[in-house]
């Protein structure tokens, strides 16, 4: 027969109360050394910039006659240097400019790009230019720095009758 008096109830309490303490204080022992592990990552931010134009005259230089395309679709392809590629998608502002921008640890920082024109929404001026297949470069900014691409030039269909 098995008797338990309130004294041996009493001890058993505590000990389990003592373990369970042992056991939150070990979680957050852990919990603290993962949080001070990762704060220790430096962060890392890139950003690139570009630009879409219209070439209205489809004479390859900017003037009065050509204008911004707001709404045109730009793909920046990135690879790390952990090797991981990143794609990201952009849509050109009403001033014609798009941005991609990406904080991430250093050690997985950007190390090359290669950004291309996707599509042209607008009405008249949806045919790529010449040259405007894509860029790829080299990204060696430090960080908060940024990248700028060389403007991405449509054209229309056909030449205005005023461009002649």
């Known amino acids: 027969m ?19 303490k042992k056991l939150v204080m070990g979680f957050f022992g852990f919990l603290l050394t993962i949080i001070s592990f990762a704060s220790n990552v430096e962060a890392w931010t890139g950003e690139i910039h570009g630009r879409v134009v219209c070439d209205v005259c489809g004479d390859s230089s900017i003037g009065p006659e050509d204008h911004v395309l707001e709404g045109a679709e730009v793909a920046v392809l990135c690879i790390t240097k952990s090797g991981e590629v990143l794609n990201y ?4 502002n009403a001033k014609g400019m798009y941005t991609v921008a990406e904080t991430m640890p250093e050690s997985d920082r ?11 929404f607008h009405d008249h001026c949806s045919h790529l230019g010449e040259g405007s297949a894509g ?27 005023y461009c002649i």
Not at 111 to 116: E, I
Not at 135 to 156: A, C, E
Request: one cysteine or more.
């Open 2 to 20: 098995l008797k338990i008096t309130s004294k041996g109830f009493f001890k058993k309490s505590i000990i389990m109360e003592s373990q369970k």
């Open 89 to 92: 998608q952009a849509f050109t």
């Open 110 to 120: 950007w190390d090359a790009c290669l950004a291309r024109p996707i599509s042209s």
């Open 135 to 161: 860029v790829k470069f080299t990204y060696n900014h430090p960080s908060g720095y940024f990248h700028t691409v060389k403007p991405f030039v449509y054209r229309h269909a056909s030449v205005p009758t």
